[in-house]
């Protein structure tokens, strides 16, 4: 068949390129190359901290047990997370996620009894969201991230779903502190930590994916909500190396001085 082997050639050089576009090394390059040209931070661990990493996420195990309360913001389709924190800590996980594809796939299997699913989303204030399915390459619409800001294309696909501040998630489920939060949920992590600075609540552990690309003036909304952060006491002790948006924080408040 004419030019047969060239297109051959070719399919296979698109495959290999495509999984080496996978790799950790070409993950770390093209999040170096973004911070040469403005377009991610550079943030660094302030801490020494020996953590493991579960479904992406690293976090302090030691600090975790059955009786810990873990709150997972954004599941998707992929709670790796979740389940492997169980296993390895027997903590209770409350995962929350409002977009319908998710609430499908959580509810298709078995789960652990410590895990604990809500259909809520997180916001900077009580009451309802829309959240618009994100625009993959191609044009597609994807069926389980969604942002707050709704693309060309996406505009006419929002759904009107309940949201909760961190404090009222709190209250309903009768929590009185949260040992652990993660927080994955494409943009809307910026009201949620203004909100949740502006309460008395101080999760021991937060990790959070900043979605700065996602919202305007990102990169300066991600830096002032970690300077906010660390002025009440969160150290980053973890920036995956791959991305660096996905970073783990360690509250250490400052003990209070005695004396002038």
Same mark, same amino acid.
């Given at each position: 068949?004419?030019?047969?082997?060239?297109?051959?050639?070719?399919?296979?050089?698109?495959?290999?390129? !495509?999984?080496? $576009?996978?790799?950790?090394?070409?993950?770390?390059? !093209? +999040?170096?190359?973004?911070?040469? +040209?403005?377009? @991610? #931070?550079?943030?660094?661990?302030?801490?020494?901290?020996?953590?493991?990493?579960?479904?992406?996420?690293?976090?302090?195990?030691?600090?975790?047990? @059955?009786?810990?309360?873990?709150? %997972?913001?954004?599941?998707?389709?992929?709670?790796?997370?979740?389940?492997?924190?169980?296993?390895?800590?027997? %903590?209770?996980?409350?995962?929350?996620?409002?977009?319908?594809?998710?609430?499908?796939?959580?509810?298709?299997?078995?789960?652990?009894?410590?895990?604990?699913?809500?259909?809520?989303? =997180? =916001?900077?204030?009580?009451?309802?969201?829309?959240?618009?399915?994100?625009?993959?390459?191609?044009? !597609?619409? %994807? $069926?389980?991230?969604?942002? #707050?800001?709704? *693309? /060309?294309?996406?505009?006419?696909?929002? +759904? *009107?779903?309940?949201?909760?501040?961190?404090?009222? #998630?709190?209250? !309903?489920?009768? /929590?009185?502190?949260?040992?652990?939060?993660?927080?994955?949920?494409?943009?809307?992590?910026?009201?949620?930590?203004?909100?949740?600075? *502006?309460?008395?609540?101080?999760?021991?552990?937060?990790?959070?994916?900043? /979605?700065?690309?996602?919202? *305007?003036?990102?990169?300066?909304?991600?830096?002032?909500?970690?300077?906010?952060?660390?002025?009440?006491?969160?150290?980053?002790?973890?920036?995956?190396?791959?991305?660096?948006?996905?970073?783990?924080?360690? /509250?250490?408040?400052?003990?209070?001085?005695?004396?002038?």
């Amino acid at each position: 068949m004419e030019n047969g082997p060239f297109v051959y050639t070719q399919t296979m050089a698109l495959a290999a390129w !495509k999984r080496f $576009e996978t790799t950790p090394g070409y993950q770390r390059l !093209k +999040v170096r190359l973004k911070r040469l +040209v403005g377009q @991610e #931070l550079r943030l660094a661990p302030e801490l020494d901290i020996e953590c493991v990493v579960d479904g992406g996420w690293a976090y302090d195990a030691s600090l975790l047990g @059955e009786f810990s309360i873990v709150y %997972s913001l954004g599941v998707g389709d992929n709670i790796d997370f979740d389940l492997a924190l169980i296993k390895r800590c027997q %903590s209770n996980v409350y995962a929350f996620d409002p977009t319908p594809s998710s609430q499908s796939f959580v509810g298709q299997d078995d789960r652990p009894r410590q895990f604990h699913f809500q259909a809520w989303a =997180a =916001a900077g204030d009580d009451g309802t969201l829309t959240l618009y399915p994100r625009v993959l390459r191609g044009g !597609k619409l %994807s $069926e389980m991230m969604y942002t #707050l800001v709704p *693309e /060309h294309s996406s505009g006419d696909s929002g +759904v *009107e779903v309940p949201a909760y501040t961190i404090g009222t #998630l709190v209250e !309903k489920l009768g /929590h009185s502190r949260i040992d652990l939060l993660k927080m994955d949920i494409e943009g809307a992590e910026f009201d949620v930590l203004d909100d949740l600075l *502006e309460s008395s609540i101080r999760p021991g552990q937060l990790l959070v994916e900043f /979605h700065h690309r996602f919202v *305007e003036n990102g990169l300066q909304r991600t830096t002032d909500v970690i300077a906010r952060l660390q002025s009440e006491g969160y150290r980053m002790f973890s920036v995956c190396a791959e991305t660096g948006r996905e970073v783990s924080f360690l /509250h250490q408040p400052q003990e209070p001085r005695s004396g002038p």
